[in-house]
């Protein structure tokens, strides 16, 4: 539960132990603070600057992996060079532009629009819950919801979806005040194993920075690489990750150096 602070003794440690580095970087809550609805795309420049500074690293290869939808990653990181990854990896980008949809859409979307109106009614009215559809996924945001009223809202959402995800290649993600309906492979942990055979460069050194239980599920894929993993979260609690980092400031103070350090060694 004591998570230890990541400092740059232990970035030392990871230049020493290898020639490449697979960065891989979730984006809300662990790049940038989190936007007031999850439609809301804030650019911010002195975090596209840094993104820009480590796709410029020979040493470094980077993937962005987010659970918005991938056209509001290719507006907020307007960077070539990066792997974009879109609801948790289901649409992905390359470095060269290229899109990638790890599933067909049109045996994806019927599925959700029968959802959508359940959910839709569901949620009917009341304060604090936002609906969210990313084409590939649908989500019911309820952090602005009184706590028993998101309870039960929420609870009665996933019963009306689980028939669905019995039978189909759909799984329900949770969360605080949160549920999601997505294909099973938008999973973090899949992308990771899909990004890392795509790129499977020798004497690579794996990295994974993330915010919560979807990148748990990343840390554990990282685990098995033998890489390194990075919560972030003010307080300690119970994770599969090595380090922890307490807030997207720190993230960025971090990466930043990491570039020091490989530019010191790499010259």
């Known amino acids: 539960m004591n998570n230890i602070i990541a400092t740059p003794l232990e970035l030392q440690e990871f230049i020493r132990n290898a020639a490449i580095f697979w960065l891989f ?18 650019p911010d420049q002195e975090l596209i600057d840094l993104i820009t500074q480590i796709t410029q690293q020979p040493a470094l290869k980077s993937a962005i992996i987010s659970g918005r939808r991938l056209e509001h990653i ?33 045996q994806i979307r019927p599925i959700l629009e029968t959802i959508k109106p359940i959910w839709e009614k569901i949620i009917g009215q009341q304060e604090g819950f936002y609906l969210e559809d990313k084409g590939w996924s649908l989500a ?24 669905v995800t019995e039978q189909s290649p759909f799984r329900l993600l949770g ?27 020798y004497d690579i050194y794996s990295i994974y920075i993330g915010d ?5 599920e990343a840390f554990q894929a990282i685990k098995e690489h033998a890489g390194t993993s990075i919560l972030v979260s003010m307080e ?3 994770t599969l990750a090595d380090f922890r980092l307490r807030n997207p400031q720190s993230v960025r103070q971090w990466l930043g150096e990491l570039l020091i350090h490989l530019n010191e060694t790499r010259i």
């Not at 990896?89 to 060269?96: C, D, T, Y």
């Open 212 to 216: 919560d239980d979807k990148d748990e």
């Open 140 to 163: 019911i945001h309820a952090k602005d919801a009184q706590k028993l009223e998101a309870q039960t809202i929420l609870s009665n959402a996933r019963t009306s979806a689980e028939n």
């Open 25 to 42: 970087l979730d984006y809300d809550g662990t790049l940038a603070e989190f936007a007031p609805t999850p439609d809301d795309v804030y």
């Open 236 to 238: 300690a609690r119970k």
């Open 74 to 106: 290719q507006t907020l990181i307007p960077v070539k060079g990066i792997w974009l990854a879109g609801t948790y990896g289901i649409e992905l980008q390359s470095p060269k532009g290229e899109l990638i949809h790890r599933l067909p859409y049109e």
């Open 175 to 201: 969360g605080d005040r949160f549920l999601e309906i997505a294909p099973k492979k938008a999973n973090k942990a899949n992308t990771v194993e899909y990004l890392l055979a795509e790129n499977n460069d």
